[in-house]
């Protein structure tokens, strides 16, 4: 990349230019002559080398100082260069596939919808607003599954999201294990050195089966210092959601409950969420700039330097 730090001195190219205009205006009108007896005489001497280029040392003159200009514009070399330092977020997504989440009371664009349906929309758009913090996905039911492992490839993510539906598990296990769902994401979390780190449970029941209780859970995620987020979800009149235990669960890992019972709703929640857990980036700008100004002066002050050195030494004229 190249610049000019001081690009107005160009405007000193007037004088260059003026001086060729009026050397040229100059021989267009003519020289004053002078009469010397016998000059015809003259006319057959031969010419030195010195008077051949005598006339023309001139043109050194022009392209010296376009170069002095230059040199004072300050001509630069350079790059410029970001260093980004990312301090993100690791996020695992814990959704509910259980049974209840087929029911269908849940509106997008005035079409009803499953719960499912709806909270995968939603946390699509989430997945697609977040930047630099990699996103695991684990589904649960009677048991859990990662369905995806942190990571920073979201559109890895968003297929599993998207296969992820009410067949993930046999209809005689979907009961729902909050306990082991969240112990789940606890145990993918373990090994993560971002400096914060989230559970976001998206449930529409209370639970009923697995092995681990989940406050036993919480306090695991707690003594890892992982924050849990809870939500419940689904209409109020059509809903079996245990809101006392959801945040008993969130205060005591320092997470914050929520109750979402519209596809709108939801929204809001995770948009919450993602303003509360952003990630840190700095950013440091540099820009590294090569001078190239002196071989502009020491180009053109030799060429000045020969003009001079010719025309006043060694081409001089004796009037």
Request: aromatic share 10%; with cysteine.
């Amino acid at each position: 990349m190249w610049r000019l730090a001081d690009p107005w001195y160009l405007l000193l190219l007037i004088l260059p230019f003026g001086l060729l205009a009026l050397h040229l205006w100059s021989r267009k009108r003519g020289r004053d002559s002078l009469l010397f007896s016998g000059g015809p005489f003259l006319e057959g001497l031969p010419l030195s080398w010195r008077a051949v280029i005598a006339p023309h040392l001139h043109w050194l003159r022009y392209p010296g100082l376009i170069l002095l200009v230059i040199a004072l514009s300050r001509p630069q070399s350079g790059d410029f260069r970001q260093e980004i330092d990312t301090f993100g977020v690791d996020i695992m997504l814990v959704l509910d596939v259980s049974g209840t989440m087929a029911m269908k009371d849940m509106m997008i664009q005035g079409r009803p919808v499953n719960r499912l349906t709806a909270a995968r929309t939603v946390m699509a758009d989430f997945i697609d607003g977040r930047q630099n913090d990699r996103i695991g996905l684990i589904a649960f039911a009677t048991h859990s599954l990662t369905r995806c492992p942190l990571t920073v490839d979201y559109d890895l993510l968003m297929l599993s999201l998207r296969d992820t539906d009410l067949n993930l598990f046999p209809r005689d296990q979907q009961s729902t294990a909050i306990g082991n769902a969240l112990a789940t994401g606890v145990a993918r979390l373990q090994e993560s050195d971002a400096r914060s780190r989230i559970i976001v449970l998206l449930t529409d029941g209370q639970n009923n089966a697995g092995n681990i209780a989940p406050q036993t859970a919480a306090e695991i995620a707690k003594s890892e210092g992982i924050r849990i987020y809870t939500i419940g979800f689904g209409s109020e009149q059509r809903t079996d959601v245990d809101l006392a235990a959801l945040e008993d669960i969130a205060g005591s890992t320092g997470g914050r409950s929520f109750r979402a019972v519209s596809k709108e709703d939801l929204q809001r929640v995770y948009e919450f969420i993602d303003e509360l857990e952003k990630s840190e980036v700095k950013v440091r700008n540099y820009e590294l700039w090569n001078e190239w100004f002196q071989w502009f002066l020491w180009s053109g002050c030799a060429l000045l330097f020969v003009e001079i050195l010719f025309s006043q030494v060694i081409c001089r004229k004796v009037p």
